[in-house]
């Protein structure tokens, strides 16, 4: 009879013991501070958080509509604004560090953007899930283009390993120097690359021939102290984990470097 009541105790003390501990946010109206150039975001497509703890923003400047964008039009409708660059790095603060990217040379720019991730090299990755988009780019933190793994065109298959399918999102192990791709709104699996030359490692998950449900893998996520990643699908409402060494066999993905 004890324990029953003691057990009944604890079941109804722990929701007010642990209330004080959730964490409660509030959106900041001041962040980010005004932007310069008569700059204005469109859709946010993904953030990140450096080793500096600045904040790295991918935003879709082809979202926004004429209103929106009146300056830039010809003639302009009005004075107000004009597309910022597609990737925003920004302080603690909310100031707007540096911004750059968009179509140039030696790579495939994303149709439609999706996603950043900032390695612990400092460097900068970034995807797409446009129609086209099968591609995931590297570059320096100061815009300059490294490495291309995959190529823009029509859509095919999660056995394709000479391109991606609108992949979602991507995070380097710093322990191997191996970048996790979660590939993504077309394809359904995980591929994993060399992170400097872009040589294809292993890949699992749901391929062509495959029985395996099908989902899609908007996000993964590395656990610091371990070898585990944690994959959630957005279509299917659901987080999973998985080993980073799970088995596959196949051969090499095309990659472009800055040098070839």
């Known amino acids: 009879m004890r324990t029953a009541i003691l057990l009944s105790a604890i079941a109804f003390a722990t929701p007010a013991a642990f209330a004080n501990d959730i964490p409660r946010f509030e959106v900041d109206p001041s962040w980010p501070q005004t932007l310069p150039n008569n700059w204005i975001m469109g859709q946010a497509a993904g953030v990140a958080v450096d080793a500096q703890d600045h904040v790295w923003v991918i935003q ?13 039009l010809d ?27 968009g179509p140039g040379s030696g790579y495939d720019w994303p149709q439609n953007e999706h996603g950043v991730s900032i390695d612990h090299k400092g460097f900068v990755w970034i995807g797409g899930n446009g129609e086209k988009d099968g591609q995931y780019l590297k570059f320096t933190r100061e815009g300059k283009f490294v490495l ?15 391109r991606l399918g609108k992949p ?3 995070e380097v192990d710093p322990e191997t120097n191996e970048v996790y791709i979660a590939d993504g ?7 994993v ?9 292993r890949h699992w998950g749901r391929t062509a021939t495959s029985r395996r449900t099908k989902s899609s893998l908007p996000t993964i996520r590395p656990h610091r102290n371990s070898a585990t990643r944690f994959i959630a699908s957005r279509s299917r409402g ?3 984990s998985t080993s980073a ?3 596959t066999t196949a051969s090499r993905c095309s990659a472009r470097t800055a040098a070839s």
């Not at 879709?60 to 830039?72: C, G, M």
């Not at 003639?75 to 990217?101: H, I, N, R």
């Open 60 to 72: 879709r400047p082809k979202s926004l509509t004429n209103d929106e964008k009146a300056a830039t």
């Open 75 to 101: 003639p302009p409708t009005s004075k107000c604004c004009a597309p910022a660059p597609p990737v925003m790095e920004f302080d603690q603060g909310g100031k707007l560090v540096q911004a750059w990217g």
């Open 148 to 162: 291309q793994i995959g190529k823009q065109g029509d859509q095919t298959n999660s056995n394709d390993l000479a």
């Open 168 to 170: 979602a999102d991507a």
């Open 185 to 191: 709104y077309f394809n359904h699996r995980v591929i």
């Open 193 to 201: 690359f060399d992170a400097d030359s872009g040589a294809y490692k």
């Open 238 to 240: 659901m987080a999973s």
């Open 245 to 247: 060494t799970a088995p």
